[in-house]
């Protein structure tokens, strides 16, 4: 048996769906089927006929509706002959229909054929209408509306929207030009068969995509009025996938004229009854007729501009890119016709290309024939230039081309020297014996005496003409010689060189003898070898440096190369080892030959990329790119090879001569060779060689003699392969001059017979000494100068030492350390002693703490210091002054520094405020209680107030108000407070705020509306309230009071009638409550006829509050029905959660803690309504 509560919940469940129905107030209509058409027949062109890299590629137009604002001509139209009276189909019979009238010469009447293309809009639609059948349109009388475009378009689709229920039959037809025949395109029946002979829903085959379909589609007369046609022109049409590979399906889709054949009405059967308000209700009518298409354009534009062609106003064209032109971009633009014309694809733009004239000619025409041999047809005419061809790529006979220029020279060829008028593609033409030159003009080198017979030979010495190429005046038949090389026929050295050969291409080397002779020939016994680094198993010595600091060189073992990386701005250079170096004279018109490869690219040449360093710092240097040679390369190993020589074709600078070239070689202190040539870069060497000659052979290859050697003819001062030495009895003119300098007989002012060659220094007798003899000996004094045995005597100094002749006798001018006097006899300054009593000087101790240029640093007899610096004192200046600490003894003088205590936080034990001292080891101050660092300058953490001259003071901070509660300021004591909490030891809620808690405090957030202040109770965060106001911040309005910015006045009336109730459904609700504790605690059986009544009587008291409520807010009261709206949205919350009530308390017997969970909800949810009612 059911229980009372379980019932009551029911019925409040069926209250609140009644006040639902009255809410919603109806049933929703479904929509109407709406077809898949754009309704703004617009979409914007995103393609640009050429992308990013100015590459061509495929582009349209912007999709649009092409019918908008276009003429449509129909075949009939209401209202034209008279004025049409027409209903509006109901479907229903015997309504009321709602009809009018149509009238063409009524603005407000007519319905045009413009109403067809015009802007629709469905709020207010304007429509073009037929005649009615009471006026005889019945089939098989048909309408025809024809939309001519003016140009051909791509059609996507087309689209009607009728006002009349749509045709039971009609068709759409087309035309691709206004001359062609129209093409059906789709035809639409309930009746394909009887109607139009066609199948219903014809499949379309790849092989038949051309063909119109009939459907029934669209085809019912519902609904009546609204609805929509929707032809899309590739549905169904098997290669739609492919589009741009059917031609049969983009000229299917092709239009110039669309017409519309409305053929058949859609009926319900009544007009057979011939009632003219029946007949006056079928008629067609249509409000929107849009076409959605793209201009056509075949791929070659992505717009259309108007432009007006002959008889036709503002006509569209393409405005065509690619070098196409036509209305449709439809051919090549002329001179670009080197390839038939074809649309553009998604996969290639087709462009029309230029046809190839060479620039020599605007005008060509396609060449079917050349194009297919070829590849290329256009076939060019009109060609300038003296030329002819297809692309104007031949030249007139008796001319040629030159390879950079466009044009045709004539040949002219010499009557002379040349055989026949034609010359070749370089236009040098056919010459006769010993003639050259490109007209044969002239004799060839070598030749000479130029006439209608030829030229003579001149016999030139090949070893000494230039270039190896005999070659000659062609006036008298003098040869041109090498640099080296003299006479007629080039046959002879110059003075000062010798032997002319072949190899050597400036013809004879020159005779060096180190200046001494310029008489040579050459020396036997010399090989031609190379100085090598092949670095195949380390760095074979090699090193290197920039400008800045030596650098690693490191072996790579996979090039077999030796390498080095530049870190900064300075370039790496590789250095030679002592094998390249010294005495180099032989490598002179050798190369130096290596590979090389960078890191990275584009490197920056230098005017030093190759230093040879030579005799007194002398430099050649040479760029890296001289003399023909490639930039380094990231990507390849770059081969070298310089040629070491004087000539300024070489490009070696500075510019000398060839016996200063030389002499820089003879010498050689580095070979430099730049690795590196960017910020970051490394440089990988190897196969480096320099060639040279040796006495010893090569070990491998062919054994070659070193012709380039010399053999000098000295004269008597010299002697030697070289004229490098002094003859005997000669010396240098400067000392250690060198093979360079001159010899000149030795000077010995006659106490030597003979000197060193290279020194000039003599070996000298009679107690003399210097590189001449040019003084006495040391201990001995006199005039060595003046030539004779006796010239110089023994001093009288101790150990034998020097002195000097004053005017009372000698003073020793070399005494031993620490001595000092005429004749050595006192101590010297800073050393203590008494040579007299045969105590010996010793030097003073004093630990390098005095001052250097002071007299008078320690005592003479007892060796004390005397003059201490640095901060020390002592005996021997050994340690620091008071208030000082440090190292007296350390290396580094002046280690003495000062205690430097802070006053403040260190012990005084005297009043001697200026002087602090500190332990003199680590200068560490005696510091005051709860002060730190060495110098006494720091609190310990959680204290502060050093400068308080007695020590720090504890922070004291509250560990549950501060953020750390070992964290001060340093000098006020201030402690870091959490959110909301002030106080020095953040002991308290700041103003405002409330709750002082391990987070911090709260903030009040009083309302300032509401209450009186914006403090609150700092315990509870309450807030003081105005009157009528309530809340902890004093933000909402007491019971049946409202509008809290308005100081919450009392509600009307009928709120004091919701309040009342509401009042008697809280009592209800706690006697509820109070029933469900004692149904709980005491389960009984309650008589079902008491129930019924008691539910009665409770709906009838809900059936008149919804009676009232309803006529009290009947009104336009917006802010009124917000809040009922809020109230009603509370009450079906509490419906919802009443319903989880009744279904837990038909469990009540076997658990009641669910009961008590659910009531306690709806306990919730009814103090929520209770705040919206207020």
């Not at 180099?584 to 490869?597: A, D, G, M, V």
């Not at 350390?817 to 004749?823: I, L, M, P, S, V």
């Amino acid at each position: 048996m059911p229980s009372l509560t379980t019932n009551l919940l029911l019925f409040i469940l069926i209250f609140i769906s009644i006040q639902n129905l009255i809410i919603n107030g109806q049933l929703n209509r479904p929509e109407p089927k709406v077809p898949p058409v754009d309704p703004h027949h617009y979409q914007p062109s995103l393609s640009a006929c050429y992308d990013e890299f100015k590459r061509p590629q495929r582009c349209v137009p912007d999709f649009i509706n092409v019918a908008f604002n276009l003429e449509v001509e129909a075949t009939n139209t209401c209202g034209v002959r008279a004025p049409t009276r027409f209903c509006v189909q109901t479907g229903h019979m015997g309504s009321n229909k709602v009809c009018d009238v149509c009238d063409v010469r009524v603005p407000q009447l007519a319905h045009s054929p413009i109403y067809l293309t015009d802007f629709n809009n469905p709020e207010n639609a304007t429509f073009w209408q037929s005649e009615t059948m009471a006026e005889g349109m019945q089939y098989p009388q048909t309408v025809n509306l024809t939309l001519r475009l003016f140009k051909r378009f791509d059609i996507t689709y087309v689209h009607l929207k009728f006002v009349s229920p749509r045709p039971e039959s009609f068709v759409i037809y087309k035309k691709v030009k206004n001359t062609d025949d129209w093409i059906p395109w789709q035809y639409y029946s309930g009746s394909c068969r009887s109607t139009f002979k066609l199948p219903e829903k014809a499949p379309i085959l790849p092989g038949n995509e051309a063909m119109a379909q009939c459907t029934r589609e669209f085809s019912d007369i519902s609904p009546l009025t609204g609805g929509n046609i929707a032809f899309s022109t590739l549905e169904g049409r098997p290669s739609s996938e492919i589009f741009e590979e059917s031609e049969v399906l983009q000229d299917w889709v092709t239009a110039e004229e669309i017409r519309i054949c409305l053929v058949r009405m859609n009926t319900f059967g009544d007009e057979i009854f011939g009632d003219n308000r029946v007949l006056r209700s079928y008629y067609y009518g249509i409000s929107d007729f849009a076409v959605g298409g793209r201009c056509k354009c075949n791929g070659h534009a992505n717009k259309c501009t108007k432009s007006t062609g002959e008889g036709v106003a503002q006509q569209l064209v393409c405005d065509c890119q690619h070098n196409t032109t036509g209305i449709d971009c439809g051919e090549c633009a002329p001179f670009y016709l080197d390839r038939p014309w074809r649309p553009a694809t998604a996969m290639e733009a087709n462009e029309c290309l230029p046809c190839n004239c060479s620039g020599l000619s605007k005008r060509c025409f396609f060449d079917a024939k050349l194009f297919e041999e070829t590849g290329h047809g256009g076939h060019c005419i009109d060609c300038a230039g003296n030329t002819q061809g297809p692309h104007c790529e031949q030249c007139l006979p008796n001319h040629w081309r030159h390879e950079n220029e466009l044009y045709c020279r004539p040949c002219h060829c010499s009557e002379t020297g040349s055989i026949g008028g034609q010359c070749d593609e370089k236009g040098q033409c056919h010459c006769k014996p010993g003639v050259t030159g490109q007209f044969c003009d002239r004799c060839e080198s070598g030749f000479y005496g130029f006439s209608s017979a030829g030229c003579k030979d001149c016999k030139c010495d090949v070893s000494g003409s230039l270039n190896n190429t005999p070659s000659c005046s062609p006036n008298d038949g003098v040869c041109t010689c090498k640099e080296n090389v003299e006479g007629r026929t080039c046959s002879q050295c110059k003075p000062g060189h010798f032997q002319l050969s072949a190899k050597n291409p400036f013809g004879c080397t020159p005779c060096f003898c180190f200046g001494h002779s310029s008489i040579c020939s050459p020396a036997d016994g010399f090989y031609s070898v190379n100085i090598s680094s092949h670095f195949n198993e380390d760095v074979e010595k090699w090193t290197g440096a920039s400008s800045a600091r030596p650098e690693d060189v490191q072996w790579a073992q996979l090039d077999k190369a030796a390498a080095v990386s530049q870190l900064d701005d300075f370039p790496v250079y590789f250095y030679t080892p002592e094998k390249f170096l010294g005495d180099q004279r032989q490598i002179y018109n050798q190369f130096i030959e290596f590979t090389l490869r960078v890191q990275q690219a584009n490197p920056g040449p230098s005017k030093k990329d190759i230093v040879i360093v030579g005799a007194n710092g002398q430099e050649l240097v040479l760029p890296i790119f001289a003399q023909g040679n490639p930039l380094p390369s990231a990507t390849q190993e770059q081969h070298y090879r310089f040629r070491i020589h004087s000539n300024p074709s070489l490009q070696w600078s500075p510019t000398l001569r060839e016996t200063d070239f030389i002499a820089a070689l003879y010498n050689i202190s580095a070979i430099k060779l730049r690795g590196t040539f960017s910020k970051g870069d490394v440089g990988f060497l190897s196969n480096f060689s320099i060639g040279t000659a040796s006495l010893t052979p090569a070990e491998y290859g062919e054994t070659e003699s070193a012709d380039w050697v010399e053999q000098c003819k000295c004269s008597d001062a010299f002697v030697g392969q070289f004229c490098e030495s002094c003859s005997h009895g000669y010396k240098r003119v400067n000392k250690f001059g060198g093979p360079l300098d001159k010899c000149i007989p030795c000077e010995c002012h006659n106490h030597s017979s003979s000197c060193d060659a290279e020194s000039g220094v003599c070996i000298c007798q009679h107690n003399t000494a210097g590189d001449t003899c040019e003084s006495c000996a040391r201990g001995y004094y006199g005039d060595a100068l003046a030539g004779t045995p006796d010239d110089c005597k023994q001093c009288d100094c101790p150990e034998g030492g020097p002195c000097t002749i004053v005017s009372d006798g000698t003073y020793c001018t070399d005494c031993p350390e620490g001595y000092t006097g005429r004749k050595c006899e006192i101590c010297a300054e800073e050393y203590f002693g008494n040579p007299f009593n045969g105590i010996a000087c010793q030097k003073c101790n004093c630990n390098n703490n005095t001052d250097l240029n002071a007299i008078g640093k320690c005592d003479t007899v007892t060796g004390e210091c005397k003059r201490c610096i640095y901060h020390t004192i002592g005996w021997n200046c050994e340690r620091c002054e008071p208030g000082f600490w440090g190292n007296a003894l350390a290396e580094i003088k002046g280690d003495c520094k000062q205690c430097n205590c802070y006053v403040p936080g260190t012990l005084r034990p005297t009043h001697d405020h200026s002087l602090l001292e500190c332990r003199q080891s680590d200068g560490q101050c005696d510091c005051q209680p709860n002060v730190i660092g060495q110098r006494c300058d720091q609190c310990e953490p959680g204290f502060y107030n050093i400068s308080s001259g007695s020590g720090c003071h504890s922070c004291g901070c509250d560990p549950l108000g501060s953020l750390d509660a070992g964290v001060c300021d340093l000098i006020t004591g201030q402690c870091l407070c959490k959110t909301g909490v002030t106080g020095r030891k953040c002991d308290q809620c700041a103003p405002r705020h409330f709750g002082f808690n391990l987070d911090g405090c709260k903030q009040c957030d009083c309302d300032p509306i509401g209450a009186e202040s914006l403090d609150c109770d700092t315990h509870t965060g309450q807030c003081l309230c105005r009157q009528d106001v309530e809340g902890r911040r004093c933000d909402k309005c007491s019971e049946n009071r409202y509008n809290l910015r308005q100081r919450c006045p009392a509600c009307d009336d009928c709120y004091a009638l919701i309040q009342s109730r509401k009042n008697s459904i809280n009592e209800s609700m706690a006697g509820l409550r109070e029933s469900l504790d004692e149904i709980q605690n005491n389960p009984i059986t309650v008589n079902d006829a008491e129930f019924d009544d008691r539910v009665r009587s409770v709906k009838e008291d809900v059936d008149s509050l919804v009676t009232k409520a309803g006529q009290k807010f009947s009104g336009n009261d917006e802010a009124t029905q917000i809040h009922v709206i809020n109230i009603r949205e509370q009450f079906s919350e509490s419906g919802n959660l009443l319903e989880n009530v009744r279904d837990n308390l038909r469990s009540i017997d076997t658990n009641s803690a669910i009961i008590e969970a659910q009531l306690e909800r709806f306990s919730n949810e009814k103090e929520a309504t209770s705040k919206e009612l207020n």
